[in-house]
């Protein structure tokens, strides 16, 4: 156990790029999508009840739903024993994916193959 | 759209240091852990049926449950639109916290506190 397993203070372990994994689920926890969150992220999270990361390929603060209005309304916010993921959980106000998908996660692995969930 | 996102092919998004974020929940949607596993640990995992992730912080295969017993044995394996994150379904078999925690995910985060769930 370490102080980051035990503590009550919030204290994200950012890796070496300033970010933290963010997973998101709904409150049935299907899970919606996997991004990272930066401690701007977070802050702008926390502050307006709606899910923002920090885009890797844009290299910019974006609020999950700014150009869809696919907003993600926070319903609570968990972290991990050693605060390097953070659990979003959510009411999503559409699809999450960018693909119009309700999850980014469509397809299940079948050994090298993919297979389209019903 | 792109590639990854339509294809039928299990083809990994794997990052500068060879892995794709582990997401594991159970059956019922409860997030159990976030880890990774570069390409050798989803093979072992494919091959076993347990959970196999890549340690970071040891720089080795890790079978969760190696020391243990806790294994989780994996009931459906997702990938999302752009193949860098993975969903573990699994049944656990025992805590999946190295704490003891079911869930590595105990603690809400409340504005800079942190509350220890029920």
């Avoid at 156990?1 to 689920?25: C, E, I, Q, S």
């Avoid at 049935?28 to 923002?52: F, K, W």
């Avoid at 926070?74 to 959980?89: G, K, P, S, T």
């Amino acid at each position: 156990m370490t102080d980051k397993d035990t503590t009550l203070r919030f204290d994200p372990a950012f890796d070496a790029n300033g970010l933290v994994t963010a997973v998101v689920t709904d409150r049935t926890g299907a899970l919606l999508m996997v991004a990272h969150m930066n401690a701007e992220a977070i802050a702008a999270t926390q502050a307006s009840g709606e899910a923002t990361f920090w885009s890797r390929s844009r290299q910019r603060l974006w609020k999950k739903g700014e150009s869809s209005g696919n907003v993600l309304r926070v319903v609570e916010l968990r972290v991990d024993c050693d605060q390097d993921a953070l659990w979003v959980i959510a009411d999503p106000a559409g699809p999450a994916c960018h693909t119009g998908a309700r999850s980014c996660f469509y397809r299940r692995v079948d050994g090298g193959a993919l297979v389209p969930l019903a």
